[in-house]
């Protein structure tokens, strides 16, 4: 579900990882790029750790079931690879905590211990991806939806906005999901983390003060009251896996590498 000239958007997109010397950085007007080599373009599933977000209910182990049909989906067109804090010792917030709250991503607690999502970015940024998919479910919005998040006033926020739109659209057209569109990480308007740039509000994992990665998208994927049956149907989490490597490998595939 794309609009435009979808084969030149995604002809596009599809060579946004070009050659670099060891020390510069070229980019096309569609986008970032970063290839070294032949290289394929690296993209990072980051699935949610909390557990505490529903009554009977958790949002890791589901966001995780996605995250892996997605990476088991994978033609080999691009690398996949997943950060994810939920088995993590040594961290606090490893299970639970907000994106958007200080106390539960760039704090450092009173043993020494940085948090689940300092973990999962840190793990991440050694990666050097490409594309960074955040998958998350929302609540309390008495909607069944999907939306689709980007970090405000960075360089790349047009380009994040056209790849969460595609990615929302397939999976609302795969799950009979409404489409709630895409909007900036200040939408929310809570808690406390805020983009040192912008002054925003933001979602720490999308701030690129934080994430090296140039694009990045986070996808709330239903509600855990209003979606609870799909969200819990294993089917229906394999299918929207599938729809979002779908959607990444259309956009940014190398094919015959």
Known sequence: MTTGNPSRRISHWRHVSILLSATSLLL?????????GAKLPVVVYQPSHQSDTG??????????????????????????????????????????????????TTAVDSL??????AHEITESNKLKPDVFIAIHNNGASKRNACWGF??????????????????VAEIC?????????VLGDS??????????????LSFYSLDENTN????????????????????????VQTKIGQAIQR???????????
């Open 187 to 200: 939408w929310p308007n809570r808690n406390d983390y805020r983009c040192k740039n912008t002054g925003k």
């Open 150 to 167: 980007v970090h405000e006033g960075d360089r790349y926020e047009q380009q994040n906005r056209e790849l969460a739109k595609e990615l």
């Open 55 to 104: 009554t009977n209910f958790n949002e890791a182990l589901v966001c995780n079931s996605i995250a892996e049909a997605a990476i088991g989906a994978s033609t080999g067109v691009v690398e996949v690879h997943k950060v994810w804090s939920y088995n993590q010792e040594n961290l606090h917030h490893a299970r639970q905590g907000s994106n958007t709250k200080i106390d539960h």
């Open 28 to 36: 096309f007007s569609c986008g970032p790029s970063r290839q070294i």
């Open 212 to 235: 090296s990665c140039p694009i990045r998208v986070l996808l709330e994927i239903g509600d855990n009251k209003e979606s609870l049956e799909l969200l819990m149907n294993p089917e």
């Open 112 to 117: 020494g211990r940085i948090s689940g999502y």
């Open 247 to 257: 959607v990444i490998e259309k956009t940014f595939g190398r094919a015959g590498d």
């Open 173 to 181: 057209r795969v799950s009979g999901m409404d489409n709630a569109g």
